[in-house]
């Protein structure tokens, strides 16, 4: 079984620039989440979608960071413009279900890391 | 405020030896922990996940342990090998609110 695509892995771009970020989850998984991951800390969610809705965006810096998952399937994130302190690892993660809200497990991407100078 | 913490930071041990990581929240109500296990450079992975009823359960070198009264969880790893290397996550979910995650600990097995 296919895991989680994401690309680009690496990542570096000034502050200012934008950047966009790909992932591919687990073929049936109807749940996607995005979590930054900066270095020494645990994940931090960023959105979470069930199909093509967004379930959870509260965390999601709203000025300058996007996501989207049009069909329910593929998702992207984006950062425009990037500042210093968006250095991190991205981490694209799937669930069958509403992991957040059973015990589902989740299944992560390798993560896209991200360095802005 | 739901809160995760592992100690200890980070453990350095020879192969071949055991060691034990805690984790201790405040995450009310419970539903359960799990441990994930990231090596460098990759995303996290389940190791085993932990309900209110379970105390303990193995998974080959790794056993969790979970004292829900005390709100508090270990992840024992016997006969350490070099690929055990790696951040160890604790991971606990709370209804249906976001799961919340520790620091990890960050265990180097050397040779």
């Known amino acids: 079984e296919a895991g989680v695509a994401q690309s680009p892995r690496y990542k570096i771009i000034e502050k200012r620039q934008s950047v966009a970020f790909w992932c591919n989850p687990i073929s049936g998984h109807a749940t996607l989440y995005w979590y930054q991951q900066i270095l020494g800390q645990g994940p931090k969610l960023l959105i979470q979608f069930q199909n093509n809705g967004v379930v959870d965006d509260s965390q999601l810096p709203k000025d300058r960071f996007s996501a989207e998952r049009l069909k329910g399937v593929d998702s992207t994130l984006k950062i425009q413009p990037a500042k210093l302190e968006d250095s991190a690892v991205y981490l694209c993660?799937?669930?069958?279900?509403?992991?957040?809200?059973?015990?589902?497990?989740?299944?992560f991407g390798e993560g896209s890391r991200l360095t802005v100078l | 405020k739901n809160q995760v913490e592992q100690s200890p930071q980070s453990l350095i041990i020879l192969e071949g030896k055991n060691c034990t990581l805690q984790c201790n929240y405040t995450v009310s109500p419970f539903s359960n922990l799990r441990w994930y296990k990231q090596d460098t450079g990759r995303g996290p992975v389940s190791l085993t996940i932990?309900?209110?009823?379970?105390n303990t359960k193995s998974n080959g070198r790794y056993t969790a342990t979970l004292d829900a009264d005390t709100k508090q969880s270990s992840l024992h790893i016997t006969a350490s090998q070099l690929s055990d290397s790696a951040s160890y996550i604790c991971v606990v979910k709370s209804g249906n609110t976001p799961l919340v995650f520790g620091k990890g600990t960050r265990l180097s097995v050397i040779a």
């Open positions: 993660a799937s669930s069958f279900a509403g992991g957040q809200g059973n015990t589902g497990e989740l299944f």
């Open positions: 932990m309900t209110f009823s379970e």
